[in-house]
């Protein structure tokens, strides 16, 4: 099974500054992915990381504000821009195996003042 | 489109079983369930891929009905270690292993003693 880490595991921001979040995989995955989830709620998919080319994202998600790189096979970055109380919330990074198993990290909990 | 689950809650003492149902609107490719407990990350349980599979994972079980669009998840003899959130996350037909994972809302599982 894949172990996903994050860094950093949790923040405390100011309004209008930028996170940004480090997802590292202990093995090979065929796909990358970046959730978040408010607490007490369902996980919310942001997108897609797409290796060496730009991120698929979900309806309400814009590159603008959530950019987001994958270099390699086993590392992604998801930024926060211009953030918001609104963007507290957990961002968990996930990888997918060849086996279509899918991994999630530890999260990233973000509170912005 | 995101699964729907129910029921919302179940409250078991130790010992009795429970049956989480996931329903969803488009057709499947694969079915995923995790569970989370408070604070941590989800945790993969099993993964579905062919409609009128069943799986097991100790006292744990699940069986996917692809014509129904619909997986349950059964827990048997449930002990306090089960205690969770129990989230489904489901994969359209026609994306394959390459589709988002989408999840429920989530079904509460609390297993007192």
């Known amino acids: 099974s894949a172990v996903i880490s994050q860094k950093p595991s949790r923040d405390i921001c100011q309004r209008g500054t930028s996170l940004t979040i480090q997802c590292q995989v202990d093995?090979?995955?065929?796909?990358m992915f970046w959730y978040r989830q408010q607490p007490g709620q369902s996980l919310t998919l942001i997108a897609t990381?797409?290796?060496?080319?730009?991120?698929?994202?979900e309806s309400g998600f814009v590159i603008d504000k959530f950019p987001i790189s994958r270099p390699n096979l086993t590392f992604s970055t998801l930024t926060v821009s211009n953030m918001s109380p609104e963007d507290s919330s957990i961002y968990l990074c996930?990888?997918?195996?060849?086996?279509?198993?899918?991994?999630f990290g530890p999260g990233t909990r973000l509170l912005v003042l | 489109q995101q699964p729907v689950q129910s029921p919302q809650a179940v409250i078991l003492r130790e010992g009795e079983d429970a049956v989480i149902n996931c329903s969803s609107s488009?057709?499947?490719?694969?079915v995923h369930w995790y569970r989370q407990k408070h604070g941590e990350a989800p945790v993969f349980l099993m993964i579905?891929?062919?409609?009128?599979e069943q799986k097991g994972h100790e006292k744990i079980s699940a069986s996917f009905n692809e014509k129904k669009q619909q997986s349950s998840l059964y827990l048997t003899a449930s002990q306090l270690s089960y205690s969770g959130t129990y989230f489904c996350?489901?994969?359209?037909?026609?994306?394959?292993?390459?589709?988002?994972?989408?999840f429920g809302q989530g079904t509460t599982l609390q297993v007192k003693p």
């Open positions: 093995s090979q995955v065929t796909m």
């Open positions: 996930s990888g997918r195996d060849v086996q279509e198993t899918q991994y």
């Open positions: 990381a797409n290796q060496g080319s730009e991120a698929t994202y």
């Open positions: 579905l891929l062919k409609g009128g």
């Open positions: 488009k057709a499947l490719y694969s």
């Open positions: 996350g489901t994969v359209s037909r026609g994306s394959g292993n390459t589709g988002k994972l989408i």
